[in-house]
């Protein structure tokens, strides 16, 4: 039995870039219909989130097809922590793919766009936390039975679903 590199920890598939006719009208749309903000806008773009998720939705302007399954640009998995971006970029390279380029968005948020192996464009990359991310809470190494202290703080969330006021209560939409 061969031993397999460690992989690298993500938030799982959680962006998808969209080519679109005209940005702003589809965000509309989106968040008519789903409720998404912008929490970035550039020439030609608008990046979407769902509240209380870690959720993007990129919709950018661009030559070639749009709908139908031809307008997805590339499909994107988010980083937990910056310093994994290099490490990303090896495990790219040993898996086959190809980085098309690396970079950073601003400075603490780098990033890499690569194909894979049938030519699908994806990104690496890590965002700084947006006014609408969950809380993040810490991975769990193993499964077990909850202790005495973790049953007691989800008991005490799901009250305070309720009975706090949205203003003190982070979990809470407003």
Known sequence: MSTSPTVIPTFGLTHVALRVADAERTFRFYADVFG????????GFVQAQTPGSRDVL???????PTGAGGGIAHIGFRLRDPADI?????????????VLHQGEFVP????LFATDLDGYEFEIWFELPTPVDPPVLPVRKSISRPSRLAQSFAHSIACSE???PAALNPWRAK
């Open 36 to 43: 998404v903000v912008a929490v970035y806008r550039g020439a």
């Open 162 to 164: 309720t009975s706090m």
């Open 108 to 111: 603490g948020e780098p990033y």
């Open 58 to 64: 990129v919709f950018e302007e661009g030559d070639g």
């Open 86 to 98: 290099d490490a990303a970029v090896e495990a790219v390279r040993r898996a086959g793919g190809r």
